[in-house]
């Protein structure tokens, strides 16, 4: 099973980016998905998720400005960034969980540098 995060790169303040998270090795459509970011510093925190239902959650720090979905015809999650703040910057993390035996996957990472 791999994880390959994807999409990362340097973007000015108030611009957009989407990361992808492509899986393989195995069906994900029946995993919950989302994304962690680790910002210079400080401590992984949790950016998002969507649920094999396709409900998402959003943390509070990000609502309004993200977007998660997926492709499960792709094994694919997607987080799409709007209106990004330099205290976005950090590396992103996807992450697949199978709900029922809590086994899960990540990804390597894709770092976001937003400047001002």
């Known amino acids: 099973v791999q994880l390959q995060a994807s999409g990362g790169g340097l973007v000015q303040a108030g611009g957009s980016l989407r990361l992808s998270c492509a899986a393989s090795?195995?069906?994900?459509?029946?995993?919950?998905a989302g994304w962690f970011r680790q910002a210079p510093g400080k401590e992984r925190e949790w950016v998002g998720s969507?649920?094999?239902?396709?409900?998402?959650e959003y943390s509070d720090f990000l609502k309004g400005r993200v977007t998660i979905s997926r492709d499960d015809a792709k094994n694919t999650v997607y987080l799409q960034m709007s209106r990004l703040k330099p205290e976005d910057t950090g590396v992103y993390y996807c992450?697949?969980?199978?709900?029922?035996?809590?086994?899960?996957?990540w990804g390597q990472g894709t770092l976001v540098t937003v400047s001002s």
């Open positions: 992450y697949f969980r199978n709900p029922w035996i809590n086994t899960e996957y």
């Open positions: 090795g195995r069906t994900f459509k029946y995993y919950n």
């Open positions: 969507i649920k094999n239902n396709w409900s998402t």
